[in-house]
């Protein structure tokens, strides 16, 4: 008897939980299992690997590989263009999160009150 999932579970899954294998990852962008194989050799996406060496996709690798597909079709950026605009938007994400960090400790700097300078006489 199969088991029905929790789908609050699924919802709760981090991205970069590993959990399709290359047969579902590649239906899911639309593209063939070479065209995956393809990509990690060129360095666009880097799949987990089980102890049984199979590919498991996660869904930020999905997510990643839809990003790649839309500059190749729409925009017509070879691969090693999509590899530097890739890595390009992932330092720029990393940068605004710590940019959102340094603010936030900024303003917590801000809202301290500071003692009023001592004035020896």
């Known amino acids: ?5 929790n789908q609050s579970t699924d919802a ?3 991205e970069d939980e590993p ?15 070479q065209t995956l ?7 666009l996406i880097e799949p987990k ?9 996660s869904n930020a690798d999905i997510q990643r590989i839809r990003q790649a597909q839309r500059l ?4 017509g950026v070879n691969l ?3 590899d530097i605009i890739l890595r390009m938007g992932e330092q720029m994400r990393l ?4 940019l959102a960090l340094v603010r936030a400790e900024l303003d917590r700097l801000r809202s301290t009150r500071l003692p009023a300078p001592y004035r020896g006489t």
Do not use: F, K, W
Request: aromatic content about 8%; hydrophobic content about 40%.
């Open 1 to 5: 008897m199969a088991r029905l999932r």
């Open 80 to 82: 090693a263009g999509v």
């Open 72 to 75: 190749v079709d729409e925009l």
């Open 12 to 14: 709760q899954l981090p």
């Open 37 to 43: 194989r393809y990509y990690e050799r060129a360095g």
């Open 95 to 98: 940068l605004a999160e710590e």
């Open 19 to 33: 959990c399709y294998v290359i047969s579902i990852a590649a239906r899911l962008v639309g593209l063939h299992q």
């Open 49 to 57: 690997r089980t102890g049984g060496n199979i590919r498991m996709y």
